[in-house]
């Protein structure tokens, strides 16, 4: 072979390599090639820090577990230079809310970084313990949401490694109680409401939304509130039933308001859930609104009707016009009937999209691009639930900084673990930016 085909061949098998080698990052400066390399290299240490977690069972009500989780989450936030404590919340019946801030010496945008350490397995439910296929892991609260907290570790790790940590301002709230939140929802929620008083934007790290294999950018979540509604009506022989002596009774009364809901509510971005229903002669639900008892005959007029449902929006402004609609539709009234709506107002706002949400997608996207990653487009808020981050909605947001997975809330529940570098990879260069773009003047 001479020089000249020895060379060509060198650089034929150079270009077949290059084109069968993943596309490397290419980092704006040596910080930030670091960070990148410090989360590939600690990848596995990530791994094992989830499966400890997701080894300790932290349903919400399971108040010691919830502590020890916080316990372990304070291990890895105090060697990093964040000051920690806990806050107990007895007062709620709730385990409490781990706290820990990072105050640094630039001027840089200061950084709310939102999480929660309980999830919806309580110690008696058959799903618990921890299983690895591959990239895939399957246990309770690996995607919803230990995967996230794992992600924001390994993204301050990076930082750290790196040294664009001690500049930046970080408080992270991770509370102990967002899959069932305690009452007073006020008192529950009050460091972390404080805590967004005082930041600039908020990041969290609850699961990565996808669409048909893309990642997807989340910069609005949607309310969740709850609603009953009571119907009372003159009671007798079903003989009279719908004469004008008699009526047509609470059930024909609750059945014309929720079927007027169905027809005339509609909107983008609104939904209303009718989750339970009773009625009869008598009828009655619980305080929770979660179990209902009634009696009645078949001959018997329905004295009393009962219905509870939830109603979640964009905005606020969207659910106090859609509960003035609402309000209207029970007041009509079929004859000899009454009824009421009452609004339980201890669930959770909107989260609105705006244009500082935007900027920080945009902010994320010019980090997918550092990385050769594809732009990350707008989610549906629809496809996601409620969430801590819409109580801190008044400072820019970005949700779903956390692992993307399958079967959240239910035994089955799995996490990618094929997604852990990228999301603290394009987290820690998020933050890394953010920590040294100017903060407003206030």
Request: aromatic share 4%.
């Amino acid at each position: 072979m001479t020089r000249l085909a020895g060379a060509r061949a060198l650089l034929l098998a150079l270009a077949a390599l290059a084109a069968a080698t993943p596309a490397l990052a290419a980092p704006r400066d040596p910080a930030e090639g670091r960070m990148v390399q410090t989360v590939r290299d600690e990848h596995e240490r990530h791994v094992k820090l989830l499966e400890d977690l997701v080894k300790v069972n932290s349903g919400t009500l399971n108040l010691a577990g919830v502590e020890r989780v916080g316990r372990l989450m304070r291990a890895e936030l105090e060697p990093l230079g964040f000051t920690v404590r806990w806050v107990p919340m007895g007062a709620t019946k709730r385990a409490g809310h781990l706290i820990a801030e990072h105050r640094g010496y630039g001027r840089g945008k200061r950084m709310l970084l939102i999480g929660h350490l309980d999830t919806v397995f309580e110690p008696d439910s058959p799903f618990q313990g921890w299983t690895r296929r591959g990239d895939t892991v399957e246990g309770p609260g690996v995607g919803d949401m230990k995967g996230g907290l794992v992600v924001m570790v390994a993204a301050l790790r990076a930082m750290q490694a790196a040294g664009t940590l001690q500049a930046a301002d970080i408080t992270v709230v991770l509370t102990g109680d967002e899959e069932k939140p305690g009452s007073p929802l006020a008192l529950a929620r009050a460091d972390l409401i404080a805590a967004g008083k005082v930041a600039d934007l908020a990041l969290d790290f609850e699961g990565l939304a996808q669409s048909g294999g893309k990642d997807i950018g989340s910069i609005a979540r949607r309310s969740a509130n709850s609603w009953t509604i009571t119907a009372t009506a003159r009671s007798g022989h079903s003989s009279g039933v719908c004469t004008e002596s008699s009526g047509c009774g609470a059930v024909y009364e609750l059945t014309r308001i929720l079927d007027e809901f169905r027809r005339e509510l509609p909107e983008p971005n609104l939904t209303y859930n009718v989750g339970l229903i009773v009625g009869g002669a008598s009828g009655a639900v619980n305080g929770e609104g979660s179990e209902g008892s009634a009696t009645g005959k078949a001959n018997v007029i329905a004295a009393q009707a009962i219905a509870v449902g939830d109603i979640r929006t964009l905005s606020n402004a969207q659910e106090d016009r859609v509960r003035t609609r609402m309000r209207a539709i029970v007041g009509r009234h079929l004859p000899r009937t009454e009824a009421k709506i009452i609004f339980d107002d201890t669930g959770y706002p909107a989260m609105a999209p705006t244009d500082g949400n935007r900027a920080l997608l945009a902010a994320l996207n010019e980090v997918n691009r550092t990385l050769d990653l594809p732009e990350m487009a707008t989610g549906d808020p629809a496809g996601r639930g409620a969430g801590d981050i819409a109580f801190v909605s008044s400072i820019d947001g970005l949700v779903g900084l956390g692992l993307p997975g399958r079967g959240s809330h239910a035994p089955g529940e799995t996490a990618d673990l094929g997604k852990l570098d990228v999301q603290a990879q394009r987290a820690a260069l998020l933050m890394t930016r953010l920590s040294n773009t100017p903060r407003p003047r206030r």
